[in-house]
């Protein structure tokens, strides 16, 4: 096989990876995935999309094996085939957020938007946890925190922190995280304890950008 056409034909392969991530969608539905295994009508849900335009997305995704599926019953269960895939996508993330004149100007706007909330970093949250009296809670769904979570985290989903906020001493900072840079979860519920005289910090990455972190560590 002459050299051109073996070239070709790998770039071929490779951007079907690439052309797989195009799509916002889609970019949305890894980041779901990323968190815990879904059904096709689950996820539908999560990504506000007909079941029929999920499946559609989700098939493009597995033709370029960044989805793996199995069955349960008579439900097909989705997830990301392998770490590689995370790491993918974090890169285009960490990319587009320095890069990207566009995104940055979304993102302080956003965050214009939640003023008054403080926000660390998981470096910075290693560095204060050392020192300060921190309290690290998971504001995912549970099941998304039983599939993982960041060690010694304590799961205080946001439809039940009302509830629990009476677990947690005031004496000590509450550091919330969620699934992500894009997640709203998390501000939402440093929103929800500021308002009851609580300190509280929203993590700006979540679970997926620790476990990254932690295997790039080992």
Known sequence: MASNVFKDQVYTELARVTTAISNPKRMEIIDVLSQKAYSVEELSKEVSMSVASTSQH?????????????????FVIYSISDDAVLK??????????????????????FKTGQEGLET??????????????ILLIDVRPEEEYE???????????LDQLK??????????????????PL???????VSILKRNQFKALRMEEGYVEWKLKQYDLN
């Open 120 to 133: 660390l970093t998981l470096d910075e949250l290693r560095v204060r946890s050392k020192k300060s009296n």
């Open 183 to 189: 997640c709203v979860m998390a501000g939402d519920a």
């Open 58 to 74: 989700l098939q493009v995704l597995k033709s370029a094996k960044m989805v793996v599926t199995s069955r349960n019953g008579n």
């Open 147 to 157: 599939a993982g979570h960041i060690t010694d985290a304590l799961s205080v989903p």
């Open 163 to 180: 509830k629990r906020m009476k677990e947690f001493p005031k004496s000590k900072t509450i550091v919330a995280y969620c699934r992500g």
């Open 88 to 109: 993918l996508v974090s890169s285009v993330k960490e990319f587009g957020f320095r890069k990207i004149a566009e995104i940055e100007r979304l993102i302080q706007d």
